[in-house]
Nanobody
């Protein structure tokens, strides 16, 4: 069992920045690859960013590439999502997920555990 807790969301103006955190506990953190998804009102949850192959590389959705950065602190069992140049269309609840395989990494069903989400609102 893995428990995930997101934090760091809030209200920010367009062009601003936020850093989200996802703290993991439970089974060995290093056994899982972490990813970020988001869900806007009346839309399906969509992929944002993830690590591939034990965090040796990263993969981003085209909509956030160049603006968002995923990183991790293994000593703290925490994954971060640095979000810069935020746009109103980035408004969503952001979720972190944990998976233990590197297939279909941008697909929700690949992830075994989820956090409760943190709200990000970007005003124009």
């Amino acid at each position: 069992q893995v428990q995930l807790v997101e934090s760091g969301g809030g209200l920010v103006q367009a062009g601003g920045s936020l850093r989200l955190s996802c703290a993991a506990s439970g089974r060995t953190f290093s056994s899982y690859r972490m990813g970020w998804f988001r869900q806007a009102p009346r839309k399906e949850r969509e992929f944002v960013a993830t690590f591939i192959r034990s965090a040796l590389s990263t993969y981003y959705a085209d909509s956030v590439k160049g603006r968002f950065t995923i990183s991790r602190d293994s000593a703290k069992n925490t994954v971060y999502l640095q979000m810069n140049s935020l746009k109103p269309e980035d408004t969503a609840v952001y979720y972190c997920g944990a998976r233990n395989r590197d297939i279909a990494i941008a697909t929700m069903s690949t992830y075994d555990y989820w956090g409760q989400g943190t709200q990000v609102t970007v005003s124009s």
